[in-house]
T-cell receptor, first 116, second 114 residues
Framework: DQQVKQNSPSLSVQEGRISILNCDYT??????FLWYKKYPAEGPTFLIS?????DKNEDGRFTVFLNKSAKHLSLHIVPSQPGDSAVYFC???????????????FGQGTILTVHP | KAGVTQTPRYLIKTRGQQVTLSCSPI?????VSWYQQTPGQGLQFLFE???????NKGNFPGRFSGRQFSNSRSEMNVSTLELGDSALYLC?????????????FGNGTRLTVT
């Protein structure tokens, strides 16, 4: 039972355009969500997070949107740069439900390719 | 500040053997989590330690075990290796368990079981 799903295995965009990565979850107990980026041969790197009390969080070029009723979150990267090419994972946990921040449930990842 | 260090980076073992992987968290970090990454299952939580105590365990068989030492360094052990244990094993640390302290991952240990 995959509780966090990233239905697009890959996404290709032009440099300077917007990249939108999507993530759906089924567990309504999840109340804290994160996005990680992973380059080959490296571990995931934290990008941005959002708590379920918010519907948007911004950090520079990265914005995460949360739609709790649809159990959907998205990561927007504007403008996209070739260096953003990597695998992006969304992750979720439920601290309010007693699950620690160290126990994350990850999606399968989306490979983003940004073309110059 | 040095990042999360995992040793060794690569390991080849034979089915039936056992293996120990090591993780040194970022200095000052007391929470350590372990994850397994495979092409089919993605990133899956193994276990989490905080102040030498296991706080959470994922849905893995008892062949997978871990521990944390007083200096926060952690090890995980897999006994009676199976071909399906071939994976990238990732360790992550954080200073405390809070939203302001997301996990910092190491570069992983690539285990191949033949």
């Amino acid at each position: 039972d995959q509780q966090v799903k990233q239905n697009s295995p890959s996404l290709s965009v032009q440099e300077g355009r917007i990249s939108i990565l999507n993530c759906d979850y089924t567990n309504s107990m999840f109340d804290y969500f994160l996005w990680y980026k992973k380059y080959p041969a490296e571990g995931p790197t934290f990008l941005i997070s959002i708590s379920s009390i918010k519907d948007k969080n911004e950090d520079g070029r990265f914005t995460v949107f949360l739609n709790k009723s649809a159990k959907h979150l998205s990561l927007h990267i504007v403008p996209s740069q070739p260096g953003d090419s990597a695998v992006y994972f969304c992750a979720a946990t439920s601290p309010a439900g007693g699950t620690s921040y160290g126990k994350l449930t990850f999606g399968q990842g989306t490979i983003l390719t940004v073309h110059p | 500040k040095a990042g999360v260090t995992q040793t060794p980076r690569y390991l080849i073992k034979t089915r039936g053997q056992q293996v120990t992987l090591s993780c040194s968290p970022i200095s000052g970090h007391r929470s350590v989590s372990w994850y397994q990454q495979t092409p089919g299952q993605g990133l899956q939580f193994l276990f989490e330690y905080f102040s030498e105590t296991q706080r959470n365990k994922g849905n893995f068989p008892g062949r997978f075990s871990g521990r944390q030492f007083s200096n926060s360094r952690s090890e995980m052990n897999v006994s009676t290796l199976e071909l399906g244990d071939s994976a990238l094993y990732l360790c992550a640390s954080s200073p405390i368990q809070s939203a302001s302290s997301p996990l910092h991952f190491g570069n992983g240990t690539r285990l191949t079981v033949t």
